[in-house]
Nanobody
Framework: QVQLVESGGGLAQPGGSLRLSCAAS????????MGWYRQFPEKERELVAT???????NYADSVKGRFTISRDNAKNMVFLQMNSLKPEDTAVYYC????????????????WGKGTLVTVSS
């Protein structure tokens, strides 16, 4: 069984910072890309940032220059440093991982965390 658990969400003031963490655990063989997505009320989930196992990153235009994604491959963790937060960043943030587990070593599967709420408000 594979689990992704996010932490670090909460309340921040506009212009402030938060750091999200996500730990993948369980019967993991290897992890390919990891990423962060967010979902606004009554909207579809959208990409925030992704990072490959080699460290290549991709960001949504709305967060470029403000958010930084990183990962610790040894610990199966991914992080999202969010700076210069805006009220429009308020959303539930989800961790995502494309990984191979011991329960299925033939192909990679996509896993999601349960999400962590980020609220940006004064």
């Amino acid at each position: 069984q594979v689990q992704l658990v996010e932490s670090g969400g909460g309340l921040a003031q506009p212009g402030g910072s938060l750091r999200l963490s996500c730990a993948a655990s369980g019967s993991i063989v290897s992890i390919n890309a990891m990423g962060w997505y967010r979902q606004f009320p009554e909207k579809e989930r959208e990409l925030v940032a992704t990072i490959t196992s080699g460290g290549d990153t991709n960001y949504a235009d709305s967060v470029k220059g403000r958010f930084t994604i990183s990962r610790d491959n040894a610990k199966n963790m991914v992080f999202l440093q969010m700076n210069s937060l805006k009220p429009e960043d308020t959303a539930v943030y989800y961790c995502n991982a494309d990984l191979i587990s011991y329960s299925d070593t033939v192909r990679a599967r996509n896993y999601w965390g349960k999400g962590t709420l980020v609220t940006v408000s004064s």
